[in-house]
Protein backbone atom coordinates (compact mmCIF):
# COMPACT_ATOMS: atom_id res chain seq x y z
CA UNK A 1 0.00 0.00 0.00
CA UNK A 2 1.33 3.13 -1.22
CA UNK A 3 2.89 5.71 1.71
CA UNK A 4 1.02 8.76 0.20
CA UNK A 5 -1.55 7.14 2.27
CA UNK A 6 -0.12 7.18 5.70
CA UNK A 7 -0.32 10.25 5.86
CA UNK A 8 2.49 10.97 9.07
CA UNK A 9 5.96 10.91 9.72
CA UNK A 10 7.84 8.54 10.02
CA UNK A 11 9.42 9.57 13.12
CA UNK A 12 5.92 9.74 14.82
CA UNK A 13 5.09 6.19 13.87
CA UNK A 14 8.11 4.50 14.24
CA UNK A 15 10.56 6.55 16.42
CA UNK A 16 9.78 4.40 19.42
CA UNK A 17 11.73 1.25 17.85
CA UNK A 18 14.79 3.80 17.59
CA UNK A 19 14.74 5.66 21.15
CA UNK A 20 14.40 4.95 24.53
CA UNK A 21 11.34 7.02 26.55
CA UNK A 22 9.16 7.41 29.12
CA UNK A 23 8.09 3.43 30.79
CA UNK A 24 4.39 3.01 29.81
CA UNK A 25 2.31 1.33 33.03
CA UNK A 26 0.88 -1.74 32.06
CA UNK A 27 0.74 -4.32 29.09
CA UNK A 28 -2.36 -5.80 27.65
CA UNK A 29 -2.45 -9.58 27.65
CA UNK A 30 -1.78 -10.36 24.24
CA UNK A 31 -5.47 -12.11 23.11
CA UNK A 32 -5.24 -13.85 26.25
CA UNK A 33 -9.03 -15.68 26.11
CA UNK A 34 -8.20 -16.88 22.97
CA UNK A 35 -6.80 -20.59 22.98
CA UNK A 36 -6.31 -20.71 19.85
CA UNK A 37 -4.42 -17.53 19.16
CA UNK A 38 0.06 -18.38 18.44
CA UNK A 39 1.74 -18.77 21.24
CA UNK A 40 4.91 -17.12 21.89
CA UNK A 41 6.43 -13.30 22.79
CA UNK A 42 5.12 -10.19 21.23
CA UNK A 43 7.90 -10.21 18.80
CA UNK A 44 7.56 -14.08 17.64
CA UNK A 45 3.37 -13.43 16.75
CA UNK A 46 5.00 -10.31 14.58
CA UNK A 47 6.89 -12.46 12.98
CA UNK A 48 4.60 -15.60 12.47
CA UNK A 49 1.81 -12.90 11.07
CA UNK A 50 4.82 -11.50 8.90
CA UNK A 51 5.98 -14.81 7.48
CA UNK A 52 2.69 -16.69 7.54
CA UNK A 53 -0.07 -14.55 7.36
CA UNK A 54 -2.04 -18.09 7.13
CA UNK A 55 -0.88 -19.39 10.26
CA UNK A 56 -1.33 -16.94 12.36
CA UNK A 57 -4.98 -15.46 10.91
CA UNK A 58 -6.57 -18.63 10.42
CA UNK A 59 -6.76 -19.84 14.07
CA UNK A 60 -7.91 -16.96 14.92
CA UNK A 61 -10.48 -16.53 12.86
CA UNK A 62 -11.87 -19.58 13.39
CA UNK A 63 -11.60 -18.73 17.46
CA UNK A 64 -12.77 -15.60 17.66
CA UNK A 65 -15.46 -15.57 14.84
CA UNK A 66 -18.98 -17.27 14.69
CA UNK A 67 -18.82 -19.12 10.95
CA UNK A 68 -22.11 -20.47 9.51
CA UNK A 69 -19.96 -22.51 6.84
CA UNK A 70 -15.70 -22.79 7.30
CA UNK A 71 -13.43 -20.64 5.11
CA UNK A 72 -11.30 -23.03 2.95
CA UNK A 73 -8.58 -20.49 2.36
CA UNK A 74 -6.65 -17.83 5.02
CA UNK A 75 -6.08 -15.95 2.06
CA UNK A 76 -5.41 -14.61 -1.76
CA UNK A 77 -3.78 -10.99 -2.00
CA UNK A 78 -1.50 -9.76 -4.98
CA UNK A 79 -0.79 -5.81 -4.22
CA UNK A 80 0.32 -5.52 -7.86
CA UNK A 81 -3.26 -5.88 -8.89
CA UNK A 82 -5.13 -4.50 -6.28
CA UNK A 83 -6.31 -8.40 -4.87
CA UNK A 84 -7.67 -8.46 -1.41
CA UNK A 85 -9.12 -11.80 -0.02
CA UNK A 86 -9.38 -13.50 3.43
CA UNK A 87 -11.17 -16.30 4.96
CA UNK A 88 -12.86 -17.50 1.42
CA UNK A 89 -15.50 -19.86 1.07
CA UNK A 90 -16.51 -19.19 5.02
CA UNK A 91 -20.36 -17.71 5.51
CA UNK A 92 -20.94 -15.95 8.35
CA UNK A 93 -23.42 -12.78 9.83
CA UNK A 94 -21.68 -9.85 11.51
CA UNK A 95 -24.95 -9.09 13.82
CA UNK A 96 -24.58 -12.87 15.11
CA UNK A 97 -21.23 -12.18 15.83
CA UNK A 98 -21.89 -9.06 17.97
CA UNK A 99 -25.38 -9.39 19.42
CA UNK A 100 -26.96 -13.21 19.24
CA UNK A 101 -24.14 -15.03 20.32
CA UNK A 102 -23.40 -12.75 23.46
CA UNK A 103 -27.41 -13.09 24.03
CA UNK A 104 -27.01 -16.46 24.46
CA UNK A 105 -24.62 -16.35 26.92
CA UNK A 106 -25.53 -13.29 29.31
CA UNK A 107 -28.60 -11.67 27.65
CA UNK A 108 -28.94 -8.52 30.21
CA UNK A 109 -25.39 -7.64 29.84
CA UNK A 110 -25.22 -4.08 28.88
CA UNK A 111 -24.17 -3.63 25.43
CA UNK A 112 -24.29 0.26 25.13
CA UNK A 113 -24.82 3.53 27.00
CA UNK A 114 -25.83 5.95 25.44
CA UNK A 115 -24.50 9.00 26.94
CA UNK A 116 -27.15 11.98 25.87
CA UNK A 117 -26.58 15.44 25.07
CA UNK A 118 -27.83 16.17 28.24
CA UNK A 119 -25.45 14.99 31.45
CA UNK A 120 -26.88 12.61 33.34
CA UNK A 121 -29.33 11.09 31.09
CA UNK A 122 -27.80 8.10 30.12
CA UNK A 123 -29.60 5.28 28.98
CA UNK A 124 -28.67 1.29 28.37
CA UNK A 125 -29.12 -0.72 26.33
CA UNK A 126 -28.59 -4.64 26.65
CA UNK A 127 -27.87 -7.23 23.92
CA UNK A 128 -31.22 -8.81 24.21
CA UNK A 129 -32.59 -5.16 23.80
CA UNK A 130 -30.33 -4.33 21.06
CA UNK A 131 -31.17 -7.38 19.05
CA UNK A 132 -34.46 -7.51 19.43
CA UNK A 133 -34.23 -3.60 18.18
CA UNK A 134 -32.03 -4.54 15.37
CA UNK A 135 -34.26 -7.28 13.97
CA UNK A 136 -37.39 -4.88 14.42
CA UNK A 137 -35.47 -2.94 12.05
CA UNK A 138 -34.13 -5.54 9.50
CA UNK A 139 -37.91 -6.57 9.25
CA UNK A 140 -38.81 -2.98 8.28
CA UNK A 141 -36.39 -2.79 5.71
CA UNK A 142 -37.15 -6.13 3.86
CA UNK A 143 -40.99 -4.77 3.90
CA UNK A 144 -40.11 -1.67 2.60
CA UNK A 145 -38.31 -3.05 -0.18
CA UNK A 146 -34.89 -3.76 1.32
CA UNK A 147 -32.57 -7.05 -0.42
CA UNK A 148 -29.30 -8.34 0.04
CA UNK A 149 -26.50 -5.84 -1.36
CA UNK A 150 -29.11 -2.87 -1.54
CA UNK A 151 -27.40 0.08 -0.06
CA UNK A 152 -28.81 2.30 2.35
CA UNK A 153 -28.06 5.30 3.89
CA UNK A 154 -27.61 6.27 7.37
CA UNK A 155 -27.38 9.75 8.70
CA UNK A 156 -27.87 9.99 11.98
CA UNK A 157 -25.86 11.17 15.50
CA UNK A 158 -24.43 8.62 17.86
CA UNK A 159 -27.43 6.96 19.28
CA UNK A 160 -28.68 3.53 20.05
CA UNK A 161 -31.37 3.26 17.03
CA UNK A 162 -28.06 4.27 14.64
CA UNK A 163 -26.09 1.45 15.81
CA UNK A 164 -29.19 -0.99 15.48
CA UNK A 165 -29.88 0.13 11.87
CA UNK A 166 -25.71 -0.86 11.10
CA UNK A 167 -26.69 -3.96 12.39
CA UNK A 168 -29.99 -4.54 10.96
CA UNK A 169 -28.35 -3.65 7.45
CA UNK A 170 -25.80 -6.18 8.30
CA UNK A 171 -28.41 -8.87 9.63
CA UNK A 172 -30.10 -9.10 5.97
CA UNK A 173 -27.03 -8.62 3.89
CA UNK A 174 -27.59 -4.81 2.91
CA UNK A 175 -24.53 -2.76 2.52
CA UNK A 176 -24.54 0.25 5.52
CA UNK A 177 -23.09 3.54 4.20
CA UNK A 178 -23.07 6.04 7.38
CA UNK A 179 -22.73 9.66 6.66
CA UNK A 180 -21.73 12.05 9.58
CA UNK A 181 -24.67 14.03 10.22
CA UNK A 182 -23.18 17.24 10.04
CA UNK A 183 -22.26 16.99 6.38
CA UNK A 184 -25.06 19.98 4.24
CA UNK A 185 -27.19 18.35 2.17
CA UNK A 186 -25.04 18.58 -0.89
CA UNK A 187 -22.55 16.20 0.72
CA UNK A 188 -24.96 14.30 1.59
CA UNK A 189 -26.85 13.97 -2.12
CA UNK A 190 -23.21 12.78 -3.35
CA UNK A 191 -23.11 10.14 -1.51
CA UNK A 192 -26.25 8.82 -1.53
CA UNK A 193 -26.38 9.11 -5.64
CA UNK A 194 -22.54 7.46 -5.44
CA UNK A 195 -24.11 4.64 -3.64
CA UNK A 196 -27.03 4.38 -4.94
CA UNK A 197 -28.79 4.20 -1.98
CA UNK A 198 -32.55 2.87 -1.84
CA UNK A 199 -33.21 3.76 1.27
CA UNK A 200 -32.63 6.55 3.92
CA UNK A 201 -32.68 6.45 7.74
CA UNK A 202 -32.26 9.38 9.68
CA UNK A 203 -34.24 11.64 12.87
CA UNK A 204 -36.72 14.54 12.96
CA UNK A 205 -33.64 16.07 14.60
CA UNK A 206 -30.73 16.15 16.29
CA UNK A 207 -28.97 16.91 20.07
CA UNK A 208 -26.12 18.31 20.51
CA UNK A 209 -24.20 20.84 22.51
CA UNK A 210 -27.52 22.27 23.78
CA UNK A 211 -28.86 23.20 20.26
CA UNK A 212 -31.13 21.10 18.01
CA UNK A 213 -30.05 20.17 14.59
CA UNK A 214 -32.47 20.29 12.05
CA UNK A 215 -31.15 16.96 10.53
CA UNK A 216 -34.71 16.15 8.35
CA UNK A 217 -34.58 19.48 6.85
CA UNK A 218 -31.42 18.76 5.34
CA UNK A 219 -32.33 15.44 4.18
CA UNK A 220 -35.42 17.06 2.33
CA UNK A 221 -33.13 19.06 0.51
CA UNK A 222 -30.70 15.98 -0.23
CA UNK A 223 -33.64 13.46 -1.01
CA UNK A 224 -34.73 16.00 -3.87
CA UNK A 225 -31.27 15.63 -5.47
CA UNK A 226 -31.53 11.60 -5.14
CA UNK A 227 -33.62 9.66 -7.68
CA UNK A 228 -32.17 6.50 -6.38
CA UNK A 229 -33.92 6.79 -3.01
CA UNK A 230 -37.43 5.05 -2.49
CA UNK A 231 -38.35 5.72 1.14
CA UNK A 232 -36.78 7.76 3.98
CA UNK A 233 -37.34 6.26 7.18
CA UNK A 234 -37.58 9.09 9.94
CA UNK A 235 -36.98 7.86 13.56
CA UNK A 236 -37.90 10.72 16.59
CA UNK A 237 -34.89 12.32 18.31
CA UNK A 238 -37.10 14.84 19.76
CA UNK A 239 -40.94 15.11 20.23
CA UNK A 240 -41.25 18.06 17.92
CA UNK A 241 -43.00 17.54 14.51
CA UNK A 242 -41.45 17.76 11.03
CA UNK A 243 -42.67 18.23 7.87
CA UNK A 244 -43.40 14.11 6.15
CA UNK A 245 -43.96 13.52 2.24
CA UNK A 246 -44.57 11.04 0.37
CA UNK A 247 -41.26 9.28 0.96
CA UNK A 248 -41.29 9.62 4.39
CA UNK A 249 -42.08 6.80 6.78
CA UNK A 250 -42.40 6.87 10.62
CA UNK A 251 -39.77 4.26 11.49
CA UNK A 252 -40.30 3.98 15.57
CA UNK A 253 -44.28 3.22 14.17
CA UNK A 254 -43.50 0.82 11.44
CA UNK A 255 -41.19 -1.07 13.90
CA UNK A 256 -43.91 -1.60 16.65
CA UNK A 257 -45.53 -3.83 13.88
CA UNK A 258 -42.61 -6.01 13.45
CA UNK A 259 -41.54 -9.03 15.00
CA UNK A 260 -38.30 -9.05 17.32
CA UNK A 261 -37.44 -11.66 15.77
CA UNK A 262 -35.11 -11.91 11.81
CA UNK A 263 -33.50 -14.82 9.99
CA UNK A 264 -29.55 -13.82 9.81
CA UNK A 265 -28.43 -13.60 6.42
CA UNK A 266 -25.45 -15.96 5.69
CA UNK A 267 -22.82 -14.08 3.85
CA UNK A 268 -20.00 -14.84 1.93
CA UNK A 269 -16.51 -13.22 3.65
CA UNK A 270 -15.89 -11.30 1.20
CA UNK A 271 -19.14 -9.74 0.49
CA UNK A 272 -19.59 -5.64 1.39
CA UNK A 273 -20.52 -5.11 5.01
CA UNK A 274 -20.67 -1.58 4.19
CA UNK A 275 -19.14 1.56 2.61
CA UNK A 276 -17.68 4.32 4.18
CA UNK A 277 -16.68 7.56 2.27
CA UNK A 278 -13.54 10.10 3.11
CA UNK A 279 -13.09 13.14 3.81
CA UNK A 280 -15.45 15.41 2.46
CA UNK A 281 -13.61 17.68 0.44
CA UNK A 282 -12.49 15.63 -2.18
CA UNK A 283 -14.42 16.49 -5.83
CA UNK A 284 -16.04 12.87 -6.51
CA UNK A 285 -16.53 11.07 -3.26
CA UNK A 286 -14.32 8.41 -2.37
CA UNK A 287 -16.66 5.39 -1.17
CA UNK A 288 -14.31 2.75 0.71
CA UNK A 289 -15.47 -0.82 0.72
CA UNK A 290 -14.94 -3.01 4.08
CA UNK A 291 -15.67 -6.79 4.02
CA UNK A 292 -17.75 -8.87 6.33
CA UNK A 293 -15.03 -11.25 8.02
CA UNK A 294 -11.60 -9.55 7.96
CA UNK A 295 -13.21 -6.32 8.73
CA UNK A 296 -14.68 -7.54 11.85
CA UNK A 297 -12.18 -9.98 13.11
CA UNK A 298 -9.44 -7.19 12.85
CA UNK A 299 -11.41 -4.52 14.17
CA UNK A 300 -12.07 -7.17 17.53
CA UNK A 301 -8.62 -8.10 17.69
CA UNK A 302 -7.16 -3.96 17.58
CA UNK A 303 -10.32 -3.58 20.34
CA UNK A 304 -8.53 -5.87 22.58
CA UNK A 305 -4.68 -6.06 22.70
CA UNK A 306 -4.38 -2.35 21.88
CA UNK A 307 -7.16 -0.98 24.50
CA UNK A 308 -6.16 -4.14 27.23
CA UNK A 309 -10.16 -4.50 26.86
CA UNK A 310 -10.92 -6.99 29.60
CA UNK A 311 -14.91 -8.44 30.06
CA UNK A 312 -16.80 -6.32 32.36
CA UNK A 313 -14.87 -2.71 31.07
CA UNK A 314 -16.94 -0.02 30.41
CA UNK A 315 -15.63 1.02 27.00
CA UNK A 316 -15.31 5.34 26.14
CA UNK A 317 -14.79 6.15 22.59
CA UNK A 318 -15.73 9.64 21.77
CA UNK A 319 -15.97 9.19 18.17
CA UNK A 320 -18.85 9.82 15.84
CA UNK A 321 -20.27 6.66 13.95
CA UNK A 322 -19.70 8.67 10.69
CA UNK A 323 -16.54 8.38 10.73
CA UNK A 324 -14.64 4.76 10.50
CA UNK A 325 -13.44 5.39 14.70
CA UNK A 326 -17.26 4.95 15.15
CA UNK A 327 -17.47 2.32 13.35
CA UNK A 328 -14.57 -0.17 14.56
CA UNK A 329 -14.11 1.11 18.02
CA UNK A 330 -18.07 2.28 18.74
CA UNK A 331 -19.69 -0.51 17.09
CA UNK A 332 -18.21 -3.33 15.54
CA UNK A 333 -15.19 -4.22 17.83
CA UNK A 334 -16.36 -3.48 21.20
CA UNK A 335 -19.76 -5.62 20.12
CA UNK A 336 -18.08 -8.46 18.40
CA UNK A 337 -15.82 -8.94 22.13
CA UNK A 338 -19.07 -8.64 24.09
CA UNK A 339 -18.11 -5.00 25.76
CA UNK A 340 -20.14 -1.75 27.36
CA UNK A 341 -19.81 0.82 24.61
CA UNK A 342 -20.36 4.24 25.67
CA UNK A 343 -22.24 6.48 22.75
CA UNK A 344 -21.19 10.01 22.90
CA UNK A 345 -23.83 12.58 21.72
CA UNK A 346 -22.72 15.75 23.04
CA UNK A 347 -19.12 17.93 22.78
CA UNK A 348 -16.58 18.26 24.93
CA UNK A 349 -17.15 21.64 26.75
CA UNK A 350 -21.63 20.91 27.23
CA UNK A 351 -21.97 22.08 29.81
CA UNK A 352 -19.02 22.72 30.82
CA UNK A 353 -15.10 21.77 30.09
CA UNK A 354 -15.23 19.02 32.33
CA UNK A 355 -18.56 16.89 30.77
CA UNK A 356 -15.70 13.85 29.60
CA UNK A 357 -14.45 13.60 32.91
CA UNK A 358 -17.97 14.07 35.02
CA UNK A 359 -19.06 10.94 32.30
CA UNK A 360 -15.51 9.10 33.12
CA UNK A 361 -16.54 9.58 36.85
CA UNK A 362 -20.33 8.87 36.28
CA UNK A 363 -20.09 6.04 33.88
CA UNK A 364 -17.01 4.35 35.82
CA UNK A 365 -15.13 4.02 31.76
CA UNK A 366 -11.86 2.00 31.85
CA UNK A 367 -10.43 3.04 28.18
CA UNK A 368 -11.22 6.22 27.04
CA UNK A 369 -10.10 7.17 23.29
CA UNK A 370 -10.17 10.54 21.86
CA UNK A 371 -8.75 12.81 19.53
CA UNK A 372 -6.08 15.35 20.08
CA UNK A 373 -8.44 18.45 18.61
CA UNK A 374 -10.74 18.03 21.46
CA UNK A 375 -7.68 17.88 24.26
CA UNK A 376 -6.54 20.82 22.57
CA UNK A 377 -9.91 22.19 23.02
CA UNK A 378 -9.65 21.01 27.08
CA UNK A 379 -6.16 22.92 27.28
CA UNK A 380 -7.24 26.21 27.23
CA UNK A 381 -9.39 25.71 30.06
CA UNK A 382 -7.91 25.05 33.82
CA UNK A 383 -6.88 21.66 35.20
CA UNK A 384 -9.53 21.97 37.77
CA UNK A 385 -12.22 20.77 35.20
CA UNK A 386 -10.22 17.54 35.12
CA UNK A 387 -9.49 16.91 39.01
CA UNK A 388 -12.44 17.74 40.25
CA UNK A 389 -13.53 14.52 38.80
CA UNK A 390 -12.53 10.77 40.06
CA UNK A 391 -10.83 9.03 37.10
CA UNK A 392 -9.46 5.85 38.90
CA UNK A 393 -11.40 4.02 36.76
CA UNK A 394 -9.68 4.75 33.66
CA UNK A 395 -6.45 2.31 32.94
CA UNK A 396 -6.18 2.94 29.43
CA UNK A 397 -5.95 6.00 27.49
CA UNK A 398 -5.81 6.09 23.35
CA UNK A 399 -5.37 9.22 20.78
CA UNK A 400 -6.63 9.20 17.18
CA UNK A 401 -7.45 10.81 13.91
CA UNK A 402 -4.05 13.12 14.12
CA UNK A 403 -0.87 13.70 15.12
CA UNK A 404 -0.67 14.58 18.97
CA UNK A 405 1.42 17.07 19.86
CA UNK A 406 3.85 17.13 23.18
CA UNK A 407 1.67 19.52 25.31
CA UNK A 408 -1.70 17.48 24.96
CA UNK A 409 0.24 14.25 25.55
CA UNK A 410 1.62 15.33 28.93
CA UNK A 411 -1.60 16.72 29.52
CA UNK A 412 -3.64 14.09 28.71
CA UNK A 413 -0.69 11.51 30.75
CA UNK A 414 -0.06 13.74 33.33
CA UNK A 415 -3.60 15.21 34.63
CA UNK A 416 -5.91 13.13 33.14
CA UNK A 417 -4.38 9.67 33.61
CA UNK A 418 -2.35 10.84 36.98
CA UNK A 419 0.52 9.49 35.41
CA UNK A 420 -0.47 6.06 36.07
CA UNK A 421 -2.71 4.80 32.80
CA UNK A 422 -1.49 3.35 29.49
CA UNK A 423 -1.43 5.90 26.72
CA UNK A 424 -1.56 5.03 23.60
CA UNK A 425 -1.07 7.06 20.07
CA UNK A 426 -2.70 4.88 17.63
CA UNK A 427 -2.12 5.58 13.93
CA UNK A 428 -4.50 4.16 11.08
CA UNK A 429 -7.06 5.69 8.73
CA UNK A 430 -10.14 4.87 7.04
CA UNK A 431 -8.56 2.95 4.73
CA UNK A 432 -6.88 -0.12 7.09
CA UNK A 433 -10.01 -0.52 8.89
CA UNK A 434 -8.26 -0.48 12.28
CA UNK A 435 -5.05 0.48 14.27
CA UNK A 436 -2.06 -0.19 12.25
CA UNK A 437 0.77 1.12 14.56
CA UNK A 438 0.22 1.82 18.35
CA UNK A 439 2.67 1.66 21.01
CA UNK A 440 0.25 -1.51 22.72
CA UNK A 441 0.41 -4.41 22.45
CA UNK A 442 4.37 -5.03 23.11
CA UNK A 443 6.54 -6.84 24.63
CA UNK A 444 6.40 -6.55 29.08
CA UNK A 445 7.45 -3.10 30.00
CA UNK A 446 8.41 -1.86 26.55
CA UNK A 447 8.61 1.92 26.23
CA UNK A 448 6.18 4.30 25.49
CA UNK A 449 7.55 7.47 23.58
CA UNK A 450 5.57 10.93 23.66
CA UNK A 451 3.71 11.45 20.50
CA UNK A 452 4.83 8.20 18.78
CA UNK A 453 2.76 5.55 17.89
CA UNK A 454 5.29 3.14 17.80
CA UNK A 455 4.64 -0.39 16.95
CA UNK A 456 3.08 -2.22 14.25
CA UNK A 457 0.08 -4.16 14.70
CA UNK A 458 -0.15 -8.02 14.32
CA UNK A 459 0.28 -8.73 10.48
CA UNK A 460 1.18 -5.21 9.49
CA UNK A 461 4.53 -4.75 7.64
CA UNK A 462 6.02 -1.32 7.36
CA UNK A 463 8.66 -0.88 4.80
CA UNK A 464 10.79 1.94 3.89
CA UNK A 465 11.05 2.66 0.06
CA UNK A 466 12.94 5.47 -1.86
CA UNK A 467 11.68 6.98 -4.83
CA UNK A 468 12.28 4.16 -7.72
CA UNK A 469 10.45 1.77 -4.78
CA UNK A 470 13.20 0.18 -3.74
CA UNK A 471 12.86 -1.18 -0.26
CA UNK A 472 15.86 0.22 1.78
CA UNK A 473 17.46 -1.88 4.75
CA UNK A 474 19.62 -0.78 7.64
CA UNK A 475 18.75 1.22 10.93
CA UNK A 476 19.80 4.26 9.82
CA UNK A 477 17.93 5.25 6.78
CA UNK A 478 14.89 7.52 5.40
CA UNK A 479 12.29 6.67 2.91
CA UNK A 480 8.42 6.56 2.26
CA UNK A 481 6.75 4.39 4.50
CA UNK A 482 4.89 1.79 3.01
CA UNK A 483 2.74 -1.30 4.10
CA UNK A 484 4.13 -4.11 2.26
CA UNK A 485 1.56 -6.95 3.06
CA UNK A 486 -2.24 -7.29 3.29
CA UNK A 487 -3.94 -7.30 6.62
CA UNK A 488 -7.53 -8.95 7.34
CA UNK A 489 -9.17 -5.19 8.12
CA UNK A 490 -8.24 -3.23 5.44
CA UNK A 491 -10.35 -1.63 2.65
CA UNK A 492 -10.88 -3.80 -0.56
CA UNK A 493 -11.46 -1.05 -3.09
CA UNK A 494 -13.23 2.21 -3.79
CA UNK A 495 -16.95 1.40 -4.81
CA UNK A 496 -17.64 1.43 -8.54
CA UNK A 497 -13.83 2.63 -9.30
CA UNK A 498 -11.39 0.02 -8.57
CA UNK A 499 -8.90 1.63 -11.15
CA UNK A 500 -9.11 4.61 -8.94
CA UNK A 501 -8.38 2.39 -5.60
CA UNK A 502 -4.87 1.15 -7.62
CA UNK A 503 -4.05 4.40 -8.71
CA UNK A 504 -4.52 5.98 -4.63
CA UNK A 505 -2.83 3.17 -3.21
CA UNK A 506 -0.40 0.96 -5.20
CA UNK A 507 1.65 3.16 -6.95
CA UNK A 508 4.11 5.93 -6.34
CA UNK A 509 2.92 9.18 -5.74
CA UNK A 510 3.63 12.35 -7.84
CA UNK A 511 6.10 14.96 -7.03
CA UNK A 512 5.66 16.92 -3.98
CA UNK A 513 4.27 20.39 -3.62
CA UNK A 514 4.55 22.21 -0.73
CA UNK A 515 2.57 25.40 0.53
CA UNK A 516 3.89 27.63 3.46
CA UNK A 517 2.70 30.51 5.35
CA UNK A 518 5.87 32.70 6.19
CA UNK A 519 5.64 34.78 9.72
CA UNK A 520 5.36 38.42 9.37
CA UNK A 521 8.56 40.33 9.55
CA UNK A 522 10.11 36.99 7.81
CA UNK A 523 12.75 38.41 5.39
CA UNK A 524 13.78 37.38 1.52
CA UNK A 525 11.44 34.90 0.45
CA UNK A 526 13.81 32.88 -1.50
CA UNK A 527 16.19 32.47 1.03
CA UNK A 528 13.59 31.52 3.76
CA UNK A 529 12.68 28.36 0.63
CA UNK A 530 16.32 27.90 0.32
CA UNK A 531 16.79 27.12 4.03
CA UNK A 532 13.51 25.09 4.07
CA UNK A 533 14.55 22.61 1.50
CA UNK A 534 17.67 22.35 3.79
CA UNK A 535 16.18 21.73 7.01
CA UNK A 536 13.79 18.85 5.37
CA UNK A 537 16.90 17.15 3.78
CA UNK A 538 18.61 17.20 7.32
CA UNK A 539 16.35 16.45 9.61
CA UNK A 540 13.96 13.90 7.19
CA UNK A 541 15.61 12.69 4.01
CA UNK A 542 16.44 14.07 0.68
CA UNK A 543 13.30 12.26 -0.82
CA UNK A 544 11.29 14.74 1.15
CA UNK A 545 12.07 17.78 -0.42
CA UNK A 546 9.49 19.07 -1.98
CA UNK A 547 9.85 19.87 -5.77
CA UNK A 548 8.55 22.95 -5.67
CA UNK A 549 7.07 25.69 -2.84
CA UNK A 550 4.57 28.31 -2.70
CA UNK A 551 4.36 31.02 -0.05
CA UNK A 552 0.78 31.98 0.44
CA UNK A 553 -1.30 33.97 3.16
CA UNK A 554 -3.11 31.24 4.58
CA UNK A 555 -4.37 27.87 3.85
CA UNK A 556 -7.52 26.56 3.52
CA UNK A 557 -8.64 24.80 6.81
CA UNK A 558 -11.95 23.63 8.38
CA UNK A 559 -13.54 25.42 11.40
CA UNK A 560 -11.95 22.88 13.30
CA UNK A 561 -8.47 23.82 12.13
CA UNK A 562 -8.08 21.13 9.65
CA UNK A 563 -5.81 22.03 6.75
CA UNK A 564 -8.08 20.73 3.60
CA UNK A 565 -4.78 19.13 1.60
CA UNK A 566 -7.01 17.94 -1.23
CA UNK A 567 -7.87 21.39 -1.81
CA UNK A 568 -4.53 22.35 -2.55
CA UNK A 569 -3.42 18.94 -4.68
CA UNK A 570 -6.58 19.87 -6.86
CA UNK A 571 -5.22 23.10 -7.57
CA UNK A 572 -1.62 21.71 -8.14
CA UNK A 573 -2.91 19.19 -10.61
CA UNK A 574 -5.47 21.13 -12.52
CA UNK A 575 -7.80 20.42 -11.18
CA UNK A 576 -9.16 23.92 -9.39
CA UNK A 577 -12.37 24.04 -11.37
CA UNK A 578 -14.25 20.49 -9.45
CA UNK A 579 -13.16 21.55 -6.07
CA UNK A 580 -16.12 19.83 -4.60
CA UNK A 581 -17.62 20.60 -1.31
CA UNK A 582 -16.14 23.48 -0.04
CA UNK A 583 -18.64 24.63 2.87
CA UNK A 584 -16.39 23.35 5.74
CA UNK A 585 -14.24 25.73 4.87
CA UNK A 586 -13.57 28.77 7.64
CA UNK A 587 -12.84 31.10 4.81
CA UNK A 588 -13.84 30.19 1.53
CA UNK A 589 -12.73 33.11 -0.20
CA UNK A 590 -8.57 31.55 0.89
CA UNK A 591 -9.12 29.73 -2.35
CA UNK A 592 -9.18 32.62 -4.70
CA UNK A 593 -5.87 33.93 -2.93
CA UNK A 594 -4.35 30.30 -3.50
CA UNK A 595 -5.54 30.00 -6.82
CA UNK A 596 -4.14 33.80 -7.69
CA UNK A 597 -0.79 33.05 -5.64
CA UNK A 598 -0.14 29.37 -7.92
CA UNK A 599 -1.05 31.31 -11.58
CA UNK A 600 1.34 33.80 -10.69
CA UNK A 601 4.10 31.08 -9.55
CA UNK A 602 3.21 29.53 -12.81
CA UNK A 603 3.73 32.89 -14.79
CA UNK A 604 7.30 33.49 -12.80
CA UNK A 605 8.31 29.87 -13.53
CA UNK A 606 7.04 29.80 -17.26
CA UNK A 607 8.84 33.16 -17.77
CA UNK A 608 12.66 31.41 -16.65
Not at 163 to 183: K, S
Request: hydrophobic fraction near 40%; glycine fraction near 10%.
Amino acid sequence: MAARCLGCGVGRLLGGLRGVGARGPGVPRLWSSAPAAPPGSYQERIALAAREPAAFWGPLAKDVLVWDTPYHTVSDCDFRSGKIGWFLGGQLNVSVNCLDQHVQKSPESVALIWERDEPGTAVRITYRELLETTCRLANTLKRHGVCRGDRVAIYMPVSPMAVAAMLACARIGAVHTVIFAGFSAGSLAGRINDAKCKVLITFNQGLRGGRVVELKRIVDEAVKLCPSIQHVLVAHRTDNKVPMGNLDIPLEQEMAKEEPVCAPESMGSEDTLFLLYTSGSTGKPKGLVHTQAGYLLYAALTHRLVFDYRPGDIFGCMADIGWITGHSYVVYGPLCNGATSVLFESTPVYPDAGRYWETVQRLKINQFYGAPTAFRLLLKHSDSWVKKYDRSSLRTLGSVGEPINHEAWEWLHQVVGDGRCTLVDTWWQTETGGICISPRPSEEGANILPCMAMRPLFGIVPVLMDEKGKVLEGGDVSGALCLSQAWPGMARTIYGDHQRFIDAYFKAFPAAFAFIVLKDGTGDVDVVVKELRSVVADKIAKYAVPDQVLVVKRLPKTRSGKVMRRLLRKIVTGQAQDLGDTTTLEDPSVISEILSAYQEYKDKRGAL
